[in-house]
């Protein structure tokens, strides 16, 4: 079976029929009601899949939050606990209190750092989020700048630019991470090896998670581009006397990037949760951390509310990406 990587321009064009066939042909009202409630049914299915992975969680969670200290906790403080958690109750009624605890914000409390799991994401989320939103723009930048620098120049530059787009989308995040700060933080020093202290920091981290994400943005892009390029409305450009880099930018460009914004959605989703590892490596602040701790110390209440977010995330990323689809392509938009 070919891989993504294998058939870059049918597997975007294929993506792009689809959701010009899902957005189109509907009211805006009613297209905009359809994702509503897509995205509510995303979440709804990824509710029951955290609470069973919370419930067969080994170990006793009322053990967990009284702590592994030198005096053992009695029967009687373990049930108190349970009863305090609602740990005693059938797991049914307890899956039911955690929908209703899901529908009013309510992520529970952490297990050990005894905080509401709300306040902890929101005192770490926004680090995730400025990398994974960085590396985002990072990535069609340079997926762009090489696209639009090399596609159907000569024989040697177009493969320069294919081929740079090959090596990068098949480059593992957590190899390139060390490279990057072994080279630009180690041995040249032009920027800090770890921590989160300024723009300078937050460079290396960003282009770990961007590069191999340029070259899958740029495989879509290139082959789109190129047959664009071709087209009578570029060549009656061309002979009004628009130069090429003008044609490339104005014209050829925005009709290029549709398979790449369908990519979008999904690469936001799978940047935020990479970011999970990249912290890793560069030692910085951020969910990643977050979750780290929280599944050595089987903290499940934070691991479900980062899981949850995670989801949140790839729903609100295919929203904005047919929001994008409908202000870029004018085959879908509705009178």
Known sequence: MSSFADRPSEVGRRLVARRRARLGGNRVWGRWLRLLVGAIGVLWAASPLTFLAQQ?????????ILGDGAIKPTPAQLLTVA????FNKPVIVQYFDFILHLVTGNLGTSYIQHQAVTTIISQQAWPTIEL???????????ALLVTVATTKRNRFVNALGSGFEVITAGLPQYWLGVILAVIFAVDLQWFPVEGDNGFASIVLPALTMAVPLAGFLGQVTRDEFSRVLDQPFIISARARGMGDTGVRLRHALRHAVLPGITLSGWALGSLFSSAVLVEAVFARQGLGQVLTNAVGAKDMPVVVGVTLL?????????VLVDI????VDPEIKVA
């Open 56 to 64: 067969l969680m080994p170990g006793n969670p009322a053990q967990i």
């Open 83 to 86: 009863r305090e958690y609602g």
């Open 132 to 142: 994974t939103l960085v590396s985002l723009v990072l990535a069609w930048i340079i």
């Open 310 to 318: 995670v989801a949140l995330v790839y729903v609100l990323a295919n």
């Open 324 to 327: 994008a689809y409908v202000l």
